[in-house]
């Protein structure tokens, strides 16, 4: 019964290809990010979405892009994937809009890009 | 610029041990502060967070953080780990914006 899922858990490509991940929530939430997370790093805004129509780009959004299908959906694509965007990846909601907000996270999905 | 530095990548306890890991931020103003953890192949998940009032805010499985103004601190306790505390902890700080600034991680490893 898990509230946010992603699709695929794990994935292998190659350095050139597209490939996008999938984030969906059944939680009703209208806000939703997209994160990575690398070692001695920790996690990372790649992008955001307030609702469908509002999509804003976080401090690391370079090589990547999104779409918000549907307040439930919302997916990032790697364009061109290169190796240093081997990373675990994050989909996370949070409901209210304020400072003190919870987020909540998908079970993320591990990228290796050779 | 706003930032959570997290000074213990890695700690190692043996159960029972009592734990602190620390957590410093860089913002004068207002802070609203969280810890998440991660435990092995589960989600991130909220372990507790201040925005106001008292400064010694307890949350889930005996995990506590007091969040000293003074020293732009956060740091997380417990009084004894158990094995099923070895997890990534997060530190994280929003002030008042969209973002949450997320620290670098502590990995705990609690020997049984």
């Known amino acids: 019964d898990a509230d946010v899922t992603q699709t695929p858990r794990n994935r292998i490509t190659k350095t050139g290809k597209r490939i996008m991940l999938e984030c969906s929530q059944t939680?009703?939430?209208?806000?939703m990010y997209w994160y990575r997370q690398d070692p001695g790093l920790g996690l990372r805004l790649i992008y955001y979405s307030f609702d469908v129509k509002d999509i804003n780009k976080g401090e690391i959004s370079d090589g990547y892009s999104v779409s918000r299908q549907a307040q439930a959906k919302f997916s990032l694509s790697l364009e061109s994937a290169i190796p240093n965007q081997t990373a675990l990846y994050f989909c996370?909601?949070?409901?209210?809009?304020?400072?003190?907000?919870?987020?909540?996270f998908g079970p993320g999905t591990r990228l290796l890009v050779l | 610029a706003q930032s959570v530095s997290q000074h213990n990548h890695h700690v190692i306890l043996s159960e029972a041990a009592s734990l602190e890991l620390g957590c410093n931020y860089s913002y004068g103003g207002t802070v609203n502060l969280f810890w998440y953890v991660q435990y092995p192949g589960q989600h991130l998940q909220l372990l507790l967070k201040y925005f106001s009032g008292d400064p010694l805010v307890k949350g889930i499985k005996g995990f506590e953080a007091e969040f000293i103004k003074s020293k732009f601190s956060f740091n997380l306790r417990k009084p004894s780990v158990q094995w099923s505390d070895t997890a990534e902890y997060f530190c994280?700080?929003?002030?008042?914006?969209?973002?949450?600034?997320f620290g670098a991680g502590t990995r705990l490893f609690v020997k049984a």
């Open positions: 996370a909601t949070s409901d209210s809009g304020t400072p003190q907000e919870t987020q909540y």
């Open positions: 939680k009703g939430h209208d806000r």
């Open positions: 994280a700080l929003n002030t008042g914006g969209f973002k949450t600034i």
